[in-house]
């Protein structure tokens, strides 16, 4: 069974930091393209950053480029998405998400992942 268990969000002020670590579990991690959504009321499911098996393979949206880093352990299963320099956009409730094996440029839509976390909540206060 297919397990991805989202942690470490959390209250934070503007300009602070948070690590956000998912845990998976249920399949071979290793060769899976993995990445973090975020979500907020109303709104669709934004891509934030992937990554591919090999750690250099990543993609950023425009508004994480520069300011989050997104890495993987693949001996422990484990997704991070180290952000920085947060803001009160960045508020949201954040998922670590799942698909294949991926060939071409890492995918940034929501349908082409499979599994999904239950979601952590980010909020930055101003």
């Known amino acids: 069974q297919v397990q991805l268990v989202e942690s470490g969000g959390g209250l934070v002020q503007v300009g602070g930091s948070l690590r956000l670590s998912c845990a998976a579990s249920?399949?071979?991690?290793?060769?899976?393209?993995v990445a973090w959504f975020r979500q907020t009321p109303g709104r669709e499911r934004e891509f934030v950053a992937a990554?591919?098996?090999?750690?250099?393979?990543?993609s950023y949206s425009d508004s994480a480029k520069g300011r989050f880093t997104i890495s993987r352990d693949n001996a422990n299963n484990v997704l991070y998405l180290q952000m920085n320099n947060l803001k009160p956009d960045d508020t949201a409730v954040y998922y670590c998400?799942?698909?294949?094996?991926?060939?071409?440029?890492?995918?940034?839509?929501?349908?082409?992942?499979?599994?999904w976390g239950q979601g952590t909540q980010v909020t930055v206060s101003s």
């Open positions: 998400a799942a698909t294949g094996s991926w060939l071409g440029p890492l995918p940034t839509s929501s349908w082409t992942y499979h599994h």
């Open positions: 990554i591919r098996r090999s750690s250099y393979d990543t």
């Open positions: 249920g399949f071979t991690f290793g060769d899976y393209v």
